[in-house]
Nanobody
């Protein structure tokens, strides 16, 4: 059973860089054709897809956020990291990491429990 666990600071000041890590267990992040995603949900709003890093290290970001996003990985620790620069209160959200399985279609099958991030001075 694959498990994902987000970790990071719960409070970030405006203009700072948010860094979140997703630790994966029960499977390798380098397994072929698996995509590792970040998603967020602002308070009172729907889910917003942020971006992914895949099994080969290729990344793809939401066009609306790509100027501020970087997703990287550490294969030795089996984890991947989101960095979001120049945060504002609009970046306040619950942040999730999730997996797209190695099957046809693009859907998320395993999710972390989510971590609340608040941007405030």
């Amino acid at each position: 059973q694959v498990q994902l666990q987000e970790s990071g600071p719960g409070l970030v000041k405006p203009s700072q860089t948010l860094s979140l890590t997703c630790i994966v267990s029960g499977g390798s992040i380098t397994t072929n054709y698996i995509y590792w995603n970040w998603i967020r949900q602002p308070p009172g709003k729907g889910l917003e897809w942020i971006g992914y890093i895949n099994y080969s290290g290729t990344t793809y970001y939401s066009p609306s956020l790509k100027s501020r996003i970087s997703i990287s990985r550490d294969t030795t620790k089996n984890q991947f990291t989101l960095q979001l620069t120049s945060v504002t209160p609009e970046d306040t959200a619950v942040y999730y990491c999730a997996r797209v399985p190695p099957v046809p279609g693009f859907y998320l099958d395993f999710w972390g429990q989510g971590t609340q991030v608040t941007v405030s001075s």
